[in-house]
């Protein structure tokens, strides 16, 4: 409502209006469902203490030139963690 005027909007589809932080914790509990982070962190942290012995992918791809885009994926999914516990 505006004043005495019904103001209404919308897509054509589904939609939500909904509150984001119950939304965002709901999302990430699901998706640490499916994804066990620990165990993928854990097998990361064991790359990195290695990248300087030659730890090669079957493609032939040096795993310590990926550390850097590692890294920076494991800090944007930090920091989405970070959002959503406020």
Known sequence: MNGSSL???GEAGAEAILPLAGFYKQLEAMISSHLNTS?????????ADNSSKGIYLENGTLVGHLLPA?????GKAQKLQRRLSL
Do not use: Q, S, T
């Open 70 to 74: 590692i890294d920076g994926e494991l």
């Open 7 to 9: 103001m209404a909007g």
């Open 39 to 47: 165990a993928m962190e854990k097998y990361l942290a064991v790359i």
